[in-house]
């Protein structure tokens, strides 16, 4: 298994998550010359005391289908020997872990592009629902603008993106 994804309540531990991203390589662990993680957390809005979390809902099934297709684009684009995808559902309050990324690869160029790219597809292709919430009072999230404009630089990029970068 060179992709993994879970989607899960249960919180992570950021620190652990690169063993399992090398050991689901099936390659031994001096074979990767780089491991680029991200992690996501819940943010206050600036100068916003009354937030108190985010719910965050998923389809399941779908939701990892979506995030399979994710990785394995990744995988198919940079020479990779294992990303994976760790997303919490569920009430999380400020500052809780919400996602995870990683990408293991034989060079740095490699390893940041897909877990950059990774991460960017998460906040647009995957389906996930967000509800912010300032006590009794709750709003969905919108897609924001910036996320698609993220997203839309790797289509253009994907005539120039080679799975033989490195760095």
């Known amino acids: 298994m060179q992709c993994f994804c ?8 950021p620190a652990e998550l690169p063993a399992t991203l090398l050991a689901s390589s099936g390659k031994p662990e001096d074979a990767a010359g780089a491991v680029a993680t991200f992690t996501g957390l819940v943010r206050r809005p600036p100068g916003d005391a009354a937030f108190t979390g985010l719910t965050v809902e998923h389809y399941p099934g779908m939701t990892e289908r979506a995030i399979g297709a ?12 294992a990303i994976g995808v760790v997303h919490r559902i569920g009430e999380l309050a400020p500052g809780a872990r919400i996602v995870w ?14 877990c950059e790219f990774t991460m960017d597809y998460l906040k647009t292709r995957a389906p996930f629902w967000k509800k912010e919430h300032w006590g009794p009072e709750a709003r969905w999230v919108e897609a924001r603008s910036g996320d698609r404009d ?9 005539g120039t993106t080679t799975a033989s970068t490195e760095e």
């Open 70 to 81: 994710i990785l394995d684009e990744a995988f198919a684009r940079w020479a990779l020997l």
């Open 150 to 158: 993220r997203a839309a630089r790797w289509r253009a990029r994907a």
């Open 101 to 114: 990324v990683g990408a293991a690869a034989a060079h740095r160029g490699n390893a940041f592009a897909a």
């Open 6 to 13: 879970r989607v899960q309540r249960a919180d992570f531990d």
